[in-house]
């Protein structure tokens, strides 16, 4: 039973360009939903949060926007940079983290 | 923000041999974390670890299986024990410092290989 689903295991962009990454939920009792970025040999790194009682919330070039009647969030990278290449993990809580399986994004130069 | 550290950072083991998985962290912590991510699948908890007490320990993993000792406020292992093929995964400690109820702060990781 996997409450926290990421459906597309790569995504590949140009440099300046936007990255969205999606993720889908199953359990509408989360009280927030996160975004971690991992690169390779470290550990994850929080990124980004969304309260679930609100739609959008913003941090320079990320931003996530939350859909909860379609149980379903997304993050923005604008624009792309060749740093940003990584994994990107979704993940929601209630009373502990629940990590989707990631996405790995490459920034192409 | 906490600066955590693993040992080993990466091993190969026989099955049937056990593995103690250390994590140190710079700050004294309340809550630990101990995850695994196995090959191509999203990060699981395997338990929480709080000094003074036992670990608190999620479906699916028993602590006959996944020893945790928390002697102290910024220090705690996990041992791995009679290793199979399918415990071949990074196993991740993190900690919460209280900050908010869902930031973490992980450790790079102990990539495991069992043959």
């Known amino acids: 039973d996997q409450q926290v689903k990421q459906n597309s295991p790569s995504l590949s962009v140009q440099e300046g360009r936007i990255s969205i990454l999606n993720c889908d939920y199953t359990?509408?009792?989360?009280?927030?939903f996160l975004w971690y970025k991992k690169y390779p040999a470290e550990g994850p790194t929080f990124l980004i949060s969304i309260s679930s009682i609100k739609d959008k919330n913003e941090d320079g070039r990320f931003t996530v926007f939350l859909n909860k009647s379609a149980k379903h969030l997304s993050l923005h990278i604008v624009p792309s940079q060749p740093g940003d290449s990584a994994v990107y993990f979704c993940a929601a809580y209630t009373g502990k983290l629940i990590f989707g399986q990631g996405t790995t994004l490459q920034v192409k130069p | 923000s906490a600066v955590i550290s693993q040992k080993p950072s990466r091993d190969i083991c026989q099955r049937g041999t056990s593995l103690t998985i250390q994590c140190q962290v710079d700050s004294q912590v309340t809550m630990m974390f101990w995850y695994r991510q196995q090959p191509g699948q999203s990060l699981t908890l395997i338990a929480t670890?709080?000094?003074?007490?036992?670990?608190?320990?999620e479906s699916g993993f028993v602590i006959d299986k996944f020893p945790i000792s928390r002697p102290n406020l910024t220090f705690s292992t996990l041992t791995v024990s009679n290793m199979s093929p399918e415990d071949s995964s990074i196993y991740l400690c993190s900690v919460y410092l209280g900050l908010s109820a869902y930031e973490q702060y992980f450790g790079p990781g102990t990539r495991l290989t069992v043959t």
């Open positions: 670890a709080n000094q003074g007490s036992e670990a608190t320990y």
């Open positions: 359990n509408s009792m989360f009280d927030y």
